[in-house]
């Protein structure tokens, strides 16, 4: 576990994007992540909601962590959400990222964004391309 939250740990310190936005890990294991973000009025859209973008980058976040969490490195082949309800300045949003499968070099995750009351924000899911093995590229 040491060497999975090390390694979580390396990859989001090098992770401006989400460093900058206060993006903590929270808990990690094998194929699995939970990540957590307050939304800051830097976030908040025109319409006074949490901006859609900022909610996926957070369950991307996630995806991230777990789907690297068996050691290769490993990228996002694709992506979508679906927004389920708004968040709103000052929430603290956690997102809860799970692996489904694992096939080959390929993944798939669901990760599930909730307002700390438990209200979930977004559904997301993610697919996965391993892209090294045992330290070399492929």
């Given at each position: 576990?040491?060497?999975?939250?090390?390694?979580?740990?390396?990859?989001?310190?090098?992770?401006?994007?989400?460093?900058a936005l206060?993006?903590?890990?929270?808990?990690?294991?094998?194929?699995?992540?939970?990540?957590?973000?307050?939304?800051?009025?830097?976030?908040?859209?025109?319409?006074?909601?949490?901006?859609?973008?900022?909610?996926?980058?957070?369950?991307?976040?996630?995806?991230?962590?777990?789907?690297?969490?068996?050691?290769?490195?490993?990228?996002?082949?694709?992506?979508?959400?679906?927004?389920?309800?708004?968040?709103?300045?000052?929430?603290?949003?956690?997102?809860?990222?799970?692996?489904?499968?694992?096939?080959?070099?390929?993944?798939?995750?669901?990760?599930?964004?909730?307002?700390?009351?438990?209200?979930v924000i977004?559904?997301?899911?993610?697919?996965?391309?391993?892209?090294?093995?045992?330290?070399?590229?492929?």
């Amino acid at each position: 576990m040491a060497d999975l939250r090390n390694a979580a740990e390396r990859m989001l310190d090098a992770d401006k994007a989400s460093r900058a936005l206060g993006i903590e890990l929270a808990e990690l294991s094998e194929g699995r992540a939970v990540m957590t973000m307050t939304v800051t009025d830097l976030m908040v859209n025109g319409h006074d909601i949490a901006h859609g973008g900022y909610v996926f980058l957070l369950a991307d976040t996630a995806f991230a962590c777990a789907c690297n969490s068996h050691g290769p490195v490993t990228v996002a082949a694709g992506a979508e959400v679906s927004f389920v309800a708004s968040a709103r300045l000052g929430d603290v949003l956690v997102a809860t990222a799970e692996e489904r499968t694992r096939f080959g070099r390929n993944g798939i995750y669901d990760v599930t964004v909730r307002r700390d009351d438990g209200a979930v924000i977004a559904e997301f899911r993610g697919r996965s391309r391993t892209i090294e093995r045992n330290g070399e590229a492929e």
